[in-house]
Structures are given as structure tokens and as C-alpha cells.
């Protein structure tokens, strides 16, 4: 007797097809890739019956279309990360942790800040021109106008400013508890965290590409290259936790000249007796930052009706099905 085999379902078939296209985009280290996967090759990654995936997409570029979506939005660079990259929280929970006594004067508040942007900021510049998967998410952005049409590149575009809101939120809330501990405040109300955190992050991820640009250039070699790269990664003097100079990446420079544009510590801050119950990284419950509290579950748009559910979860796009066309 034939023994039949399982049958997978449908929710299943297209995560893992979606997971496997992104593995093979990942891999192939361009989104321009993309478009030219074969879906044969997606299949035998995923290990998926045929028949079911054609049935899911009758047409390669229905799961194209899909797979862009998934990688703007659920298998972006962003997804569930709770601010930049989550080696940050542990840089900031060592250097307050292990200076809150410094909390007690103004000058000791003012040497954790500039320590906490230089250390966290060094990391996020170094993971994100490390990571693979945020480069693919920057060139989805760099080419959705001229990659994809209609209500494709709608459904793509939102799914992108989705994870893009998401990540500056949390960004927000780490602002928003920070300025708790040190007692910081927005020099002008008209001018929010969100929007620190909005120029901050661009000013970031810009340096980041250019530095991965740059170190294909040094590998050639192209002088202009070796000097461009000496300036984005030789350090620079700057403040120190002993009031000694420290050695700061430019990113990190860069990034407190905005911190101090739009904030300022509190002259009237009094730290808390047992400065320790504020230390270890909650999640801010305040909104008062100019921006939404984040949190672990959705953020963005109210979720659309029932009968668009469960497409909407599998492509995280917030434009609606697509328009409807002859098979």
C-alpha cells in the first residue's frame, strides 16, 4: 500500500516558501536578485509539495510580489527588534549600571550620556554595515521605483514604512527611558524625540552605507576610497567617562551633535534615592517623548477586516489585496 505523504498547510507552505526567498536573497546579496529567483530553486530550499505552492501563486510573479513584501515588512532587518541592534540595550545597561553613582551631579549625568551615545552608536554603525539583511532592506528602498508598478510597489512601500515606524518607535521608548535615568528634556516641545530619533537613525544607516560602498572601493584599490574610509573609521578624540579623551567613532560624534541639538539635561532633575530601580532596561510606559510607547506587538495602522486577515499577515502589507487581473 502507497503511503501518502503529509500534507502541509497552506499557512505553512507559504512561511516557508517566503523564509526560503529570503535565505536565497540573502545569499545572493542584492534585492535587484529578487526578481530573478527560480522558483524551482525556492521550492527545493523550502521543501514544499509543488503543487501547493502553485496553487498559492498560480504565477511567479504573484510570489514575487509576496516575497518583496515579506522581506520590506515580517523578514525585514527591523522585525522585532526593539531599538538598532539588540546588543545596544546590553551596552546601555553596563554603562549606567555600573556608573550610578555618577548620577548624583550634573557633570556625572552629562559623562554617562555622551558615554552611552558613544559606545551604542559604535555598535549600531558595525552591525548594520556587518549585516547582510539590512543592506538588502536598503537597496529594496533604493530601487522600489523603478523595480516594481501599481499596486505592487503601494503594498511594498507600505510594508517598508511600516517596519521603518516600528523601529524609530522603539527607538523613542529608549529615549524616552533613558531621559528617566539621566534626567534629560527636550529643549523645545515642538521639536520631539521622534524627530531626534528620525534624524538620528537616517544620519546612522547613510554612514553605514557609505561605508560598505567605501570598502569595496579599498579592496580595488581606489585612493580616494582609503581616504574616505580612514575618515568614516579612524577614531576621533572626544569625551571620556573619566574626563579623560575617549576615542569616538565619526558616527558616534556625529550622532551627539544631534542629541544636543534637540536635548538638554534637566537642571531641576533629582535622581532617586535607590537609583538602581530605575536601571535594567524596562519598557518605557511614557509617551511624552513626542512619539507612540512601543511595544512587542503590532504597531501601525489598525489591522484591516476580517475577510483580509489572513493575507494581510502573510504579506504585512496595509494596502489591501491586490487589484484583481486575468489568471
Known amino acids: 500500500m502507497t503511503v501518502r505523504p503529509e500534507r502541509v498547510p497552506a499557512e505553512e507552505v507559504r512561511q516557508r516558501m517566503l523564509d526560503a526567498g529570503r535565505e536565497l536573497a540573502l545569499e545572493s546579496g542584492a534585492a ?6 527560480r522558483l524551482e530553486e525556492v521550492i527545493q530550499r523550502a521543501r514544499v509539495p509543488r503543487s501547493s505552492v502553485y496553487r498559492l501563486w ?4 504573484e510570489y514575487i510580489d509576496d516575497l518583496l513584501c515579506y522581506l520590506a515588512g515580517p523578514g525585514s532587518w527591523f522585525t522585532d527588534r526593539v531599538v538598532f541592534d539588540p546588543e545596544t540595550f546590553a551596552v546601555i545597561d553596563r554603562v549606567l549600571t555600573d556608573n550610578k553613582q555618577m548620577l548624583a551631579t550634573t ?4 559623562a554617562l550620556l555622551c558615554e552611552v551615545v558613544r ?3 559604535a555598535r549600531n554603525y558595525e552591525a548594520l554595515s556587518e549585516s547582510q539583511g539590512w543592506r538588502l532592506h536598503a537597496a529594496l528602498i533604493a530601487t522600489l521605483g523603478s523595480t516594481r508598478s501599481g499596486v505592487s510597489r503601494e503594498r511594498i512601500a507600505a510594508s517598508l514604512e ?3 515606524t516600528r523601529s524609530r518607535n522603539s527607538m523613542v521608548g529608549m529615549f524616552g527611558y533613558l531621559a528617566g535615568v539621566i534626567g534629560l528634556r527636550m529643549r523645545d516641545p515642538a521639536r520631539t524625540a521622534e524627530h531626534m530619533m528620525l534624524v538620528g537613525g537616517l544620519l546612522v544607516q547613510s554612514l553605514a552605507l557609505r561605508n ?6 579599498v579592496d580595488v584599490p581606489v585612493p580616494d576610497a582609503v581616504h574616505v574610509n580612514n575618515m568614516l573609521n579612524m577614531p576621533v578624540p572626544g569625551p571620556g567617562l573619566d ?3 575617549a576615542q569616538w567613532s565619526l558616527a558616534a560624534f556625529a550622532y551627539l551633535a544631534i542629541v544636543d541639538a534637540f536635548a538638554e539635561l534637566d537642571p531641576d532633575f533629582v535622581p532617586p534615592d535607590d537609583a538602581s530601580a530605575l536601571l535594567g532596561l524596562p519598557q518605557p510606559r511614557a509617551s511624552a517623548w513626542g512619539g507612540p510607547v512601543p511595544s512587542r506587538g503590532r504597531t501601525g495602522p489598525p489591522r484591516p477586516g476580517r475577510a483580509r486577515r489572513r493575507r494581510t499577515r502573510a504579506c504585512a502589507c496595509a494596502a489591501g489585496p491586490r487589484r484583481a487581473g486575468p489568471r
Open 243 to 245: 574626563g579623560q579623551q
Open 58 to 61: 498560480p504565477y511567479k510573479d
Open 119 to 121: 559606545l551604542a552608536t
Open 32 to 37: 535587484l536578485t529578487v526578481e530573478h529567483l
Open 162 to 164: 511600516e517596519a521603518h
Open 107 to 110: 557633570a556625572g549625568r552629562r
Open 212 to 217: 560598505v560602498q567605501v570598502q569595496v572601493a
